[in-house]
Nanobody
Framework: QLQLAESGGGVVQSGGSLRLSCAAS????????IGWFRQAPGKELEGVSC????????FDEESVKGRVTISTDNAKTTVYLQMSSLNPDDTAVYYC????????????????RGQGTQVTVSS
């Protein structure tokens, strides 16, 4: 059974950077599609980025394009989300999710979902 665990969240000043990790246990992710999502206080979940593990192709949402980089380690057991030029609007709980049916628009369309890590950007 695939399990996902996010880490790397914390408090960062505006303009700073963070790298989030999504670690898989149980199986490798080489055939999966991994999505990062976030939910800001009082707002709906929104997609951030997605990676196709078999090809390395990535897709970033317009709201974060140019400020995030999604990547994976050589073992394909961990997916990273490098975020830079953070601003208070990036404050949210960040979640990763995995599935075999493509990069999905909805967090709930993925078969496996993590518990999230809090990112707080102070002004």
């Amino acid at each position: 059974q695939l399990q996902l665990a996010e880490s790397g969240g914390g408090v960062v000043q505006s303009g700073g950077s963070l790298r989030l990790s999504c670690a898989a246990s149980g199986v490798t992710l080489e055939h999966h599609f991994i999505g990062w999502f976030r939910q800001a206080p009082g707002k709906e979940l929104e997609g951030v980025s997605c990676i196709v593990m078999s090809t390395g192709n990535t897709f970033d949402e317009e709201s974060v394009k140019g400020r995030v980089t999604i990547s994976t380690d050589n073992a394909k057991t961990t997916v990273y989300l490098q975020m830079s030029s953070l601003n208070p609007d990036d404050t949210a709980v960040y979640y990763c999710a995995a599935g075999l049916d493509g990069c999905r628009a909805s967090f709930y369309e993925y078969d496996y979902r993590g518990q999230g890590t809090q990112v707080t950007v102070s002004s």
